[in-house]
């Protein structure tokens, strides 16, 4: 059941239209991403949850209850702000019963909650330090149990980790995550971290210029992104030029890039024209590399390439192919093989093959 | 070796740069101890100057005018000044913040004579009241920029953050921002007394007849020769406004560092 329905929500600043007409529903209980680019207008739309922006036009109901006039104090949500926002004058302790204060709680009751909170996030020994006395991630634990200290139904996080380094960062995803099963708050993260979004998120909307380009779980939008703004921005993605050859009912047959032909299945593929282009999107790790041709051609395509260079990341390497006719290929290779790394070296030939079916047609109209 | 002999230059130099500040200041104080009654030549040490100018009724009049006007113009501009200066940081309209340095900036005689052509053309009797007015107008420049340099540096989030979690606009103001930019209010206010304490050409236009503060007094005295009872006020002025702004750089290290 949808606890958060955004419906038809618009928002312009000053003619320029930031948020442009969207429609969410966000069930109880859900990590739900808002993921984008600077100015997609995530931020935006998180601002109009929490009410410090009020939309031009649409609802947002919490709950089933119209929130889209409430003042922010009157919404039983709260925010994570990118800065934390936590507030210099006041200890751990005193920020964490702010919330509790505003609603006018007990005294006795508060320094219970407020200690409770201080455990949970084991700060207990910090309460009487100041915001300027902790360290980043301290801060960012203060600013998560001050937001959950009154049990918010809804809890908005503005990009909470962007200010942390990378290390710090990777083991808050995971704090983040256990947080949200533990205390079953709904959460909605903004964040333009695809990793971040892919990692953590049971669902996410990739907005771009105000709208949503697609809405789905991580895997989904990650395999197989509908638009060619989804392909690009999440992730690396080779998108060839592609043609339509035939339409069956689910199935489409495809002269992509330098002429290689397949047919692979799709759903959408009645409502292709004959002649059509549009892009295929493969993602580089969907593609395997042999120096002699020893790949089993009845399920494979394979073309033979020719190595323009390569970047060694570690883990895997990354070879960008040169398939002629300006076509560039990139293909990431695990680099597993117990005995050292062997590359293919620049203007080496090669072959290099995939299954047709790891990669999808997205007709042109969506780019 | 080039930053240490570079250090050497900046040290001889900052050393000058007080020494030519202070040394007329020092001087007017030793005066102050100087057992003669004019300011030529050391003669010994005594107090009596200052028993002097505590027996002046007049001086010691002016000097409470001079406190309780100090008072009441620095009260009315950390109020406005502080709102003027949230203001100016929340809306950033450039033309505005240099109109808030104008006060500050332009020469003092052309302020004290547009005030007193103000205060005429309005039919304002001058007195204690246009003296108050006049030094309100000049303090809230001073107490407008040292709450905007103060939430300069500020997280503006936490305002947005206070509402979030439950507090309404009034309490955001109260218990959040208020409190925040208090060194910068009272950095500000500081400021205001002290320049209203010392001020003399503003006051000297605004003033009505028989109303006085200590500089205009101190001035009247002058015209019968520099006694150094004038010397024992300036000291105490002097201490007075030291106290003042060693407090005001404390409490805002930012705004004056």
Redesign the interface.
């Known amino acids: 059941m949808a606890i958060l329905e955004i419906k038809n929500v618009t928002k312009q600043f000053g003619g320029n239209l930031v948020v442009d007409n969207i429609s969410i529903d966000i069930k109880k209980g859900e990590f739900f991403t808002l993921l984008g680019p600077s100015g997609c207008g995530k931020t935006t739309l998180l601002r109009m949850i929490?009410?410090?922006v009020s939309p031009d036009s649409g609802q947002i109901l919490l709950d089933g209850v119209d929130i889209t006039n409430l003042?922010?104090?009157k919404r039983p949500l709260?925010?994570i702000?990118?800065?934390y926002?936590?507030?210099?004058?006041m200890t751990v302790a005193d920020n964490i019963a702010?919330?509790l204060k505003?609603?006018k709680w007990d005294k006795s009751r508060i320094d219970a909650q407020v200690n409770e909170l201080l455990e949970d996030v084991q700060l207990s020994q910090f309460k009487d330090r100041y915001p300027h006395e902790i360290s980043g991630g301290q801060k960012q634990r203060v600013a998560i149990a001050?937001?959950l200290v009154?049990r918010p139904k809804l809890l908005l996080l503005d990009e909470p980790l962007s200010a942390l380094d990378a290390r710090l960062r990777e083991h808050m995803h995971m704090e983040l995550v256990k947080l949200q099963e533990e205390t079953g708050v709904t959460f909605v993260y903004v964040t333009h971290d695809q990793h971040e979004a892919l990692a953590l998120s049971s669902r996410i909307a990739v907005l771009n210029h105000g709208t949503i380009e697609q809405l789905d779980k991580p895997d989904i939008i990650y395999s197989k992104p509908k638009t060619h703004f989804v392909a690009d921005f999440l992730g690396k993605c080779n998108l060839l030029k592609a043609e339509v050859l035939a339409t069956t009912t689910d199935t489409v047959t495809l002269r992509v890039a330098s002429g290689i032909e397949f047919s692979i299945k799709d759903p959408a593929s009645s409502s292709y024209q004959i002649g059509q282009i549009g892009w295929y999107s493969l993602r580089p790790e969907k593609l395997k590399l042999s120096a002699e041709n020893t790949f089993d051609a009845t399920n494979l395509s394979v073309i033979k390439s020719k190595v323009n260079g390569y970047y060694y990341y570690g883990n895997d390497t990354l070879y960008e192919l040169d398939l002629g006719n300006n076509t560039k290929l990139q293909v990431m290779a695990p680099n597993h093989t117990s005995d050292g790394v062997k590359f293919f070296v620049d203007n080496s030939e090669i072959y290099v093959a995939f299954d047709p079916e790891a990669g999808n047609f997205l007709d042109t109209s969506s780019c | 070796m080039q930053t240490n002999k570079m250090s050497k230059v900046f040290l001889f130099g900052g050393i000058f740069t007080f020494l030519f500040l202070y040394i007329p200041l020092i001087v007017l104080i030793l005066y102050s101890f100087n057992d003669s009654k004019i300011n030529v030549g050391w003669v010994g040490f005594t107090l009596k100057w200052y028993k002097v100018l505590f027996n002046d009724k007049e001086i010691i009049n002016a000097g409470i005018n001079s406190l309780l006007i100090a008072f009441t113009s620095s009260s009315i501009s950390v109020v406005l000044g502080t709102l003027a200066g949230v203001a100016l940081h929340r809306y950033k309209i450039p033309l505005l913040s240099a109109l808030v340095m104008v006060p500050v900036a332009a020469p003092e005689l052309l302020v004290g004579v547009s005030l007193l052509l103000f205060f005429l053309l309005i039919n304002f009797t001058l007195g204690y009241a246009s003296i108050i007015l006049a030094h309100t107008a000049f303090s809230i420049s001073f107490v407008a920029i040292a709450v905007k340099s103060r939430m300069f540096g500020m997280d503006d989030s936490i305002i947005d953050a206070a509402r979030d979690l439950g507090a309404s606009p009034f309490k955001a103001f109260w218990l959040i921002l208020i409190p925040t930019i208090l060194p910068g209010v009272i950095a500000g206010g500081l400021m205001a007394f002290t320049l209203s304490v010392d001020d003399f050409v503003i006051t000297f236009f605004t003033a009505g007849v028989g109303s006085t503060t200590l500089p205009l007094a101190i001035y009247s005295m002058l015209k019968m020769g520099v006694t150094p009872e004038v010397n024992a006020a300036s000291t105490i002025i002097i201490l007075f406004t030291l106290c003042l702004a060693s407090i005001a750089t404390k409490l805002s290290p930012q705004i004056f560092k």
């Open positions: 929490a009410g410090l003042p922010p104090e709260h925010t702000f990118q800065s926002a936590l507030f210099p004058h702010f919330p505003m609603a001050r937001s009154d």
